[in-house]
């Protein structure tokens, strides 16, 4: 399994990204997430989501702000930011497991590159 995050850069306060995951290989029936790592600071869950897209969890932090989001098709799954805050400011990875849901990210199995995001105040 492959991933390659991308859509990273740098936005104001209170603007909207949209981060990109493309995954490759045996992805099937493998949940999908973000997470992101803050200079300093440990990986931290952001959001995830199930194959089918039936099923997503977010952080409390993020809750209400970002969506996530995938496209089987295209083997595609997406993280929609908006009202976005300094605080947001990390490099984002997309990741991948078997099995339920998690919010630890030692219980994945499969991470892409990160994808920086910087939020300016």
């Known amino acids: 399994v492959q991933l390659q995050a991308s859509g990273g850069g740098l936005v104001q306060a209170a603007g909207s990204l949209r981060l990109s995951c493309a995954a490759s290989?045996?992805?099937?029936?493998?949940?999908m997430g973000w997470f992101r790592q803050a200079p300093g600071k440990e990986r931290e869950f952001v959001a995830a989501?199930?194959?089918?897209?039936?099923?997503?969890y977010y952080a409390d932090s993020v809750k209400g702000r970002f969506t996530i989001a995938r496209d089987t098709g295209k083997n595609t799954m997406y993280l929609q930011m908006n009202s976005l805050k300094p605080e947001d400011t990390a490099v984002y990875y997309c990741?991948?497991?078997?099995?339920?849901?998690?919010?630890?990210?030692?219980?994945?199995?499969?991470w892409g590159l990160g994808t920086e995001v910087t939020v300016s105040s």
């Open positions: 990741a991948a497991r078997n099995g339920g849901y998690s919010s630890s990210w030692y219980q994945w199995t499969y």
């Open positions: 989501i199930s194959w089918l897209g039936e099923n997503t």
């Open positions: 290989g045996r992805i099937s029936l493998l949940n």
